[in-house]
């Protein structure tokens, strides 16, 4: 953590990335602008500035591709997420914002494991780095209340290498509040 | 897949745009903008796009890249890294301007001023790569999404700064390509900007505005007090030290004026009017009065300026005008030029030669021209289906006939043009045409006309257009409006009709019939002109010494850019073409429209009566000048403007300089020892001087206004930071203090004097009285001078300006039917007795008043009162549904209302249920 202090949430966001994605020289980053938008320097190239370019471009790095999605369809899905992470929740967010974009989440992930269908992707990993925060302050009433968000966030942050030191956060498996 | 799109979304231009470019074949659905279409999200969103697979996507910059990879074409990092700015800095920069735009009316400057950062570094990356596109050799998905995002608040290349080259080379590209065309135009509507108001106010504000607090014009402040030099500021305490000698002489044109070897020859006209209507503030506002700013303005320059305009007066309108009031169309004619003469006069139209259509030197220029083109073989003949309207006995112009727009289904489409939809209309094609005198079905005829050639022509047009927009100053919509009709292709345009009132076709087997008023009112330029002086060729046949500026509404553009060009191209005589053609877009009133028939609005004749000076009208009309995007007249804002702009900024600041003056010095400006903060204000008034100086060259008349403003509040700031009036009961060196701010500050006055007399000539008489300028003061340079030394004696100092009341510009609001809800005027058409031209509420001309009796009207208003009055309580008492009986009331009041203005009582009825509280 040493590294990324003082440097912005989503700074630290893709130290957390790089790790899970087991890239073992951690890359330096700067931050950029009023909205403190993280900067890549690449050695023998241009600078690359965003949370999602950056991302994306890691996980090209790694070799990980199929995170991105494997048809143009999916590939899309995982675009609209990343963008929804940069844009939707982005840092202050009001009582008003976090209800919305709970429950719209919820809804759309009523018939899904994860963000793009079936696939684990770049944009749960990104997703849940950002909700982390959000979902860590919901009372277990309202845990219950947006189920399908709860399932989608646990199953995440379960899967191997991806919390690292984020706090775990604890679900009911069994329901106290029928009529919520 | 199904691509949801809602009009007025400014998103809907990118993913149509990316559609376009990848080749993805899509289904629009058209919804409303609030319309719910992705299940899952609370808040609306469109565009959106349905999969077949069942997947939405609501995210249009994915919607995008997910057309460009059906098409194969990866993102890279670079076009991702587009694609992330946009959508966290570019997208709510651009929101929050165009909010600021559309909901909140701010202008020009002020717009680009909230996205300037944006714009800059996008040009920055341009200039920093040597491509020609953001990411390389061929547009990408970062490309169109960028452009798409900027579109709606540049439109055109040419509200671009100067100085952002690429981005403005870049952006011209971008237009141009196809896929961009085809949004833009199946996306955007004419109406420019304003489109997007419905979906931009249902839009939350705080996720507008949360971005960015309007910080703009603190940062301006700053940015401008950095960017003076030393040496500037230098040069310009040098340059105020020369003082009235480094005046040039004033200019004094002969009578006539002609064109000078030389000198710089401005030849200047404004729309011609048409004669038998009254002309309301917005036909003021985008011809005679823009106009005469720039031909004061021109004057002001030492130029040698010749302003000519007149009415047009032939056409079947004038004929039917002539019928109704039992007169000859002369007759009418010589009574409403005579009207329009007034109101101009009264609202101190400067024209050099107010003419008219109906002289011989019009039939002589225009069959003269007619012949040319003749003997060229420029005209074809052709039969022709039109209207004839067989009650009326009488073939039907274009403007005398309403039906459905067979292009947008519009109901009530003109014979010429559409106003929803904008496209020009063959009169035969209008669906379920009616006679607009009778209300007849009238029946197509056939009869033989004369065509001008344009797809002849069309090559030698785009060779002078070519010449003419990369040397002139066109106006964007100009611009526009004319590329669009280039690339609609040109066809063969009828320059006859079978009319009486008009000039006469010099033609065998054409002799009953007259020159179509489009072909024949643009002469009228040439033929005032020899009106005016014999020498009129001089002017119009001299392309080499003369610069010649139109000046127009958008709506008259065509004619002066594609229609009049080819007639004098066609004639081959050396005549004087448009160097720079000035379009405004439309003034509104209030939320709606000017209406004679409906009695909406402030016309011209009415102005006078309201009390308010003429230079009042002048000034907030020009503020509001539509430049770059339609605006509206409202009456709030006028008294805003009237009790902060000028009362508190620019009338208190030369008063105070003029009191100061003869309170603490007898009269006589005292000495000055300027120091480094007195040289610094000096050079930001001269830095505002040149900004003025450089938009009027444009003819960006308004934002030219705001450059006054300023300067007035730099002196304002000066005055109040100094405080003269406490320094002067000081010791010596206060004194001293006090009498150079002062000083200072009397000479701001009277540049503002000069700066605002092309705006408001007569308050700038009274400054000047005031302050006993001399005469010779009256040019601008680029510099400001010590034009009031010390020593000079000004004259007796009182306030320009009277504040407007609350009240009083309520009762205006009333009297005129601002804020009208729609529906109940349109109830009111259907309704009332007489829906004739005869009957509308038309103050009688001449007779100089606004609320001239008539008596006749009176009398069916009283009656229609009745009939209203019963209908109300017969709904009332069959329990109607509440929706009806309040349209009904409000007809009914409305009826009242024109019943007390026929009555020649101002109106003072309760105002009707719905009416929008401002």
Not at chain 2, 73 to 95: G, I, Y
Request: neutral net charge.
């Amino acid at each position: 953590m040493a590294v990324a202090a003082g440097l912005g949430p989503e700074a630290e966001e893709l130290v957390l990335l790089e790790k899970s994605l087991g890239l073992t020289k951690g890359n330096k980053y700067g931050v950029q602008g009023e909205r403190k938008s993280p900067v890549l320097q690449i050695n023998n190239g241009p600078s690359l500035t965003g949370l999602a370019t950056i991302a994306t471009h890691l996980v090209k790095q790694a070799k990980k591709e199929q995170l991105l999605g494997k048809t143009a369809e999916e590939k899309a899905v995982v675009q609209q997420w990343l963008e929804y992470r940069v844009t939707q929740i982005a840092l202050p967010c009001t009582k008003e914002d976090t209800r919305v974009i709970l429950k719209d989440l919820n809804l759309y992930l009523e018939d899904k494991v994860y963000l793009a269908r079936n696939n684990f992707t770049l944009a749960d990993i990104l997703m849940y780095y950002g909700l982390h925060h959000i979902i860590i302050d919901l009372t277990v009433q309202e845990k219950e209340k947006y189920l399908n968000v709860s399932r989608w966030f646990n199953h995440i942050q379960h899967y191997p290498g991806i919390r690292q030191h984020l706090s775990s956060i604890i679900f009911m498996k069994n329901r106290l509040f029928t009529n919520a | 897949m199904r691509l949801y799109l809602s009009e007025g979304s400014p998103q809907g231009l990118k993913v149509l745009a990316a559609a376009g470019a990848s080749g993805a074949r899509v289904r629009l659905e058209r919804v409303p903008p609030d319309g719910h279409v992705v299940p899952f999200l609370t808040h609306p969103r469109v565009p959106a796009l349905h999969l077949d697979s069942g997947t939405f996507l609501f995210s249009p910059n994915a919607i995008c890249q997910y057309f460009f990879l059906l098409a194969g074409k990866e993102h890279t990092d670079l076009t991702s890294q587009w694609l992330e700015w946009e959508a966290t800095e570019l997208q709510p920069a651009v929101s929050t301007a165009l909010y600021g735009h559309v909901v909140q009316g701010k202008k020009g400057g002020e717009v680009l001023g909230a996205i300037r950062k944006t714009l800059a570094y996008i040009d920055q990356s341009l200039t920093s790569k040597t491509t020609p596109y953001l990411t390389g050799e061929a547009e990408s998905v970062a490309d169109i999404v960028l452009w798409a995002t900027l579109f709606p608040v540049l439109q055109d290349e040419f509200c671009l700064p100067d100085e952002l080259q690429a981005l403005r080379s870049w952006f011209r590209i971008m237009n141009l390509l196809e896929p961009c065309r085809n949004a833009v135009e199946s996306v955007l509507t004419p109406k420019g900007a304003e489109q997007f108001k419905a979906y931009l106010q249902k839009q939350p504000v705080s996720c507008l505005h949360s971005e960015k607090p309007a910080t703009n014009e603190p940062e301006e402040e700053e940015l401008a007090q950095r960017s003076l030099s030393e040496e500037e500021i230098a040069a310009a305490a040098d340059a105020w030290a020369k003082g009235a000698a480094a005046l040039p002489e004033r200019w004094q044109p002969q009578s006539p004026i002609l064109p000078v070897e030389g000198r710089r020859n401005v030849l200047i006209t404004s729309a011609l009017p048409y004669v038998n209507n009254v002309p309301h503030l917005g036909n003021i506002i985008g011809c005679v009065l823009s106009a005469d700013v720039f031909a004061r303005y021109c004057r002001l320059r030492n130029w040698n300026t010749l302003y000519v305009c007149g009415t047009d007066e032939y056409g079947t309108a004038t004929e039917t005008k002539a019928l109704e009031e039992g007169l000859t169309p002369q007759q009418i004619c010589d009574k409403y030029n005579t009207v329009h003469t007034q109101i101009y006069q009264w609202f101190n139209i400067s024209f050099d030669y107010f003419g008219r259509t109906t002289t011989p030197h019009q039939t002589t220029i225009a069959q003269e021209i007619f012949h040319r083109l003749l003997e060229r073989d420029v005209l074809l003949t052709d039969t022709v289906e039109q209207l004839r309207c067989e009650r009326c006995e009488r073939f039907l112009a274009d403007r005398f006939v309403e039906g459905i727009c067979p292009f947008c289904n519009y109901e009530e489409a003109r014979g010429d043009q559409c106003d929803k939809c904008g496209k020009l209309i063959n009169a035969v094609e209008l669906k379920k045409p009616q006679c607009k005198v009778c209300k007849g079905s009238p029946v197509v005829k056939t009869s033989q006309h004369l065509f001008l050639d344009l797809p002849q022509l069309e090559g030698r047009l785009e060779q002078w257009l070519e010449q003419s927009w990369a040397t002139g100053d066109w106006t964007a919509n100009a611009r526009f409006i004319t590329r669009s009709w280039l690339r609609d292709g040109l066809k063969p345009r009828c320059i006859t009709r079978d009319l009486k009132w008009g000039t006469p076709v010099p033609l065998e087997g054409f002799r009953d019939k007259v020159f179509y008023v489009w072909f024949d009112a643009p002469i009228g330029y040439l033929s005032i002109t020899a009106n005016y002086t014999a020498q009129w060729e001089r002017w119009w046949k001299n392309p080499q010494q003369v610069e010649l500026y139109n000046f127009m509404a958008k709506d008259n553009v065509p004619f002066h850019s594609v229609v009049f060009p080819c007639t004098l191209l066609g004639a081959e005589d050396n005549y004087t073409l448009v160097n720079h053609l000035i379009a405004t877009e439309y003034l509104n009133y209030e939320d709606g429209k000017f209406s004679k028939s409906r009695g909406i609005g402030v016309f011209g004749d009415m102005a006078q009566d309201t009390g308010i000076p003429a230079d009042i009208w002048r000034f907030y009309l020009l503020f509001l000048r539509p430049e770059g995007q339609d605006s509206a007249f409202s009456w709030h804002d006028l008294l805003l403007k009237n009790n902060s702009e000028l009362l508190n900024n620019l009338g208190n600041f030369v008063n105070r300089a003029g009191m100061f003056v003869c309170k603490f010095f007898d009269g006589r400006v005292p000495p000055m020892e300027l120091g480094t903060d007195d040289k610094r204000l000096l050079a930001h008034v001269t830095l505002e001087l040149r900004q003025f100086n450089q938009l009027l060259e444009k003819v960006r008349i308004r934002d030219a206004l705001r450059c006054i403003l300023s300067v007035s509040r730099y002196g304002n700031q000066y005055i109040q930071v100094n405080e003269p009036w406490k320094r002067i009961k000081g010791p010596a060196a206060d004194r001293t203090r006090a009498g150079t701010v002062t000083g200072v500050a009397v000479n701001i006055a009277c540049l503002i004097s000069i700066m605002l007399q092309p705006f408001m000539p007569d308050v700038s008489a009274t400054i000047q009285r005031q302050l006993c300028v001399p005469q010779a003061c009256n040019i601008l340079t680029d510099t400001f001078l010590c034009l009031l030394p010390p020593g000079h004696q000004i004259g007796t100092v009182s306030p320009l300006f009277q504040k407007l009341e609350l009240d009083e510009i309520e009762a205006l609001r009333q009297r005129f039917g601002g804020g009208q809800p729609e529906d109940s005027s349109l109830e009111l058409k259907t309704h009332a007795a007489h829906p004739s031209p005869g009957a509308r509420m038309s103050p009688m001309p001449g007779a100089g008043s606004g609320l001239a009796r008539d008596p006749q009207r009176a009398k069916e208003l009283a009656e229609a009162v009745t009939q209203q009055g019963n209908h109300v309580r017969q709904l009332k008492t069959s329990k109607a549904e509440k929706g009806q009986i309040d349209a009904a009331v409000a007809t009914l009041l409305e009826l009242k209302k024109q019943l007390a203005l026929a009555e020649g009582k101002a109106a003072e009825v309760p105002a009707p249920k719905g009416k929008k509280k401002k």
